[in-house]
């Protein structure tokens, strides 16, 4: 039997682990760990030189290779690629593309994305058409969020405090709406300046982009107030409890697109200690 060491957890458990392999108790390894050798590890995978180790990074590939270094040294047999102790494994980046991305408003005026509109949300790729239900009241406690009926229908969420700062608690919080649209209150230079940050923004992502959470839009508020509007209704008020209300006669179509920008990985470390049964060590 063998087993395949997770990096980080590693670095602390390796040596009284491969001192068991070389034929010492159990309890001899197990007192092998001591404070001053953990805080050495600890100390040296958290230094300046390592950078913060973001992911991915030079300095998290530095801490990799130090780590790689220390399976080699107690002993550890390499279960990474190419008879090495390293792996490395695709962290590609994304941004959306607002180029392609696009709301159609059936029934209510243009919504444009760099205009009225800020992609806020993680990239995705894909097509989602619903109503619109408006969100509103009193959101210091964001979890009466979650008994709200939005399924399948884009929420347009009137905020009780300013936005976009809280806008991934609450889309974290709704139960599967199709899309979300949190109102700013952001206006001329300002929005603009948060405009021009959100399409520069680029996020990391396992895998393919795709519709597994909601796209994330903020709305200047004018555009949502003219949504409402259009279909004669007022603007709804922050005070009270949390209530969500469909806009009658008005649909949205979000169609998603995101690109990649850079093909990134990032490293893992695997290192193999042999089990002592002949029959189950090489399984």
Not at 7 to 34: K, Y
Not at 83 to 101: E, H, I, K, N, V
Not at 207 to 219: H, N, Q, R, S, V
Not at 227 to 249: C, F, H, K, Y
Request: glycine share 10%.
């Amino acid at each position: 039997m063998r087993s395949i060491i997770p990096m980080a957890l590693s670095a602390m458990l390796a040596a009284p682990m491969a001192c068991a392999d070389r034929g010492r108790t159990v309890e001899e390894a197990a007192a092998s760990i001591n404070e001053a050798d953990y805080m050495r590890k600890l100390a040296v995978i958290a230094d300046d030189s390592m950078m913060g180790r973001d992911t991915p990074s030079e300095g998290l590939d530095k801490t990799a290779q130090w780590i790689a270094a220390e399976f080699e040294r107690y002993g550890l047999e390499p279960g990474g690629d190419d008879g090495s102790f390293l792996q490395r494994w695709p962290y590609p980046a994304y941004a959306q593309d607002w180029d392609a991305t696009t709301v159609e408003v059936d029934g209510g005026p243009a919504l444009t994305l760099g205009e009225e509109l800020a992609y806020v949300g993680s990239p995705m790729t894909g097509e989602l058409t619903g109503g619109v239900v408006v969100v509103a009241g009193s959101q210091s406690d964001l979890s009466s969020l979650a008994e709200l009926d939005v399924r399948g229908r884009h929420v347009l969420v009137f905020p009780g405090s300013p936005i976009p700062r809280r806008i991934t608690r609450v889309a974290r919080v709704l139960q599967e709406p199709a899309g979300i649209f949190i109102v700013s209150d952001l206006e001329g230079e300002a929005w603009d300046t948060y405009v021009a940050d959100q399409r520069e923004s680029v996020r990391r992502i396992y895998g393919e982009p795709d519709l597994e959470g909601p796209p994330t839009f903020a709305i200047r508020r004018d555009a949502a107030l003219a949504l409402l509007e259009a279909a004669g209704l007022a603007a709804p008020s922050n005070v009270g409890a949390i209530t969500a209300r469909p806009i009658p006669g008005i649909a949205l179509n979000v169609t998603a697109s995101a690109r990649k920008v850079d093909d990134l990985a990032a490293p893992n470390v695997a290192g193999i200690l042999r089990g002592s049964d002949p029959d189950l060590r090489n399984e």
